[in-house]
């Protein structure tokens, strides 16, 4: 049962534009929040996160978004350049300790 | 190295067979956790512990598989009588507390069964 979901596979932005990320989640326990970063043959790396008390987290060109009410996050990438070229993947945590990942979408930066 | 480490990278093996992977976190790390991932799949947690006991074992997939962890570091996935569904990258991951929050992912090892 998949609890966090990521229904866009793939997307291709062109650099210097923005690239919106979606999420959804259906368990109304999850409480954080994090987006993770993978390169090929590389394991995932940590690239934000927001707690279920905020609705939005910024870190350079690189921001959160929760709706929790419409169990969604979003993360948006401005300006994106090749170098953002990887899977991202959406993950969340309850009072269980354990990470919850959606399927990933892949994104493609065209020069 | 700073980073967590798995071992084998790469691992090809026979249907039938059993296999051993290893993890080596962070020192100082308390949590460590085991996800899987399958081809054009999300990751799939199998298994997490803390210090050497492990509180919730319900990701594993069937009781051919194990994982065990010993002094507080490194840890090892078992899987015994290998299926060719097992084939997927084994994800190993550590943190400082279970807290949730930031995990740090070795590069993982890529588990090929014919």
């Known amino acids: 049962d998949q609890q966090v979901k990521q229904n866009s596979p793939s997307l291709s932005v062109q650099e210097g534009r923005i690239s919106i990320l979606n999420c959804d989640y259906t368990?109304?326990?999850?409480?954080?929040f994090l987006w993770y970063k993978k390169y090929p043959a590389e394991g995932p790396t940590f690239l934000i996160s927001?707690?279920?008390?905020?609705d939005k987290n910024e870190d350079g060109r690189f921001t959160v978004f929760l709706n929790k009410s419409a169990k969604h996050l979003s993360l948006h990438i401005v300006p994106s350049q090749p170098g953002d070229s990887a899977v991202y993947f959406c993950?969340?945590?309850?009072?269980?300790?354990?990470?919850?990942f959606g399927a990933g979408t892949t994104v493609t930066v065209r020069a | 190295g700073a980073g967590v480490s798995q071992s084998p990278s790469n691992k090809v093996t026979e249907k039938g067979k059993d296999v051993e992977l290893r993890c080596d976190p962070i020192?100082?790390?308390?949590?460590l956790y085991w996800y899987r991932q399958r081809l054009g799949q999300g990751l799939e947690f199998l298994i997490y512990?803390?210090?050497?006991?492990?509180?919730?074992k319900s990701g594993l997939p069937s009781d051919r598989f194990s994982a065990e962890r010993t002094g507080e570091s490194v840890s090892t996935l078992t899987i015994q009588r290998t299926q060719q569904e097992d084939s997927a990258v084994y994800l190993c991951?550590?943190?400082?507390?279970?807290?949730?929050?930031?995990?740090?992912f070795g590069e993982g090892s890529r588990l090929t069964v014919l």
């Open positions: 368990n109304s326990m999850f409480d954080y």
């Open positions: 991951a550590s943190s400082l507390g279970l807290a949730a929050g930031e995990l740090f």
């Open positions: 993950a969340a945590s309850g009072n269980d300790y354990k990470l919850s």
């Open positions: 927001i707690s279920s008390i905020k």
């Open positions: 020192s100082g790390h308390t949590a």
């Open positions: 512990f803390q210090g050497n006991s492990a509180p919730d």
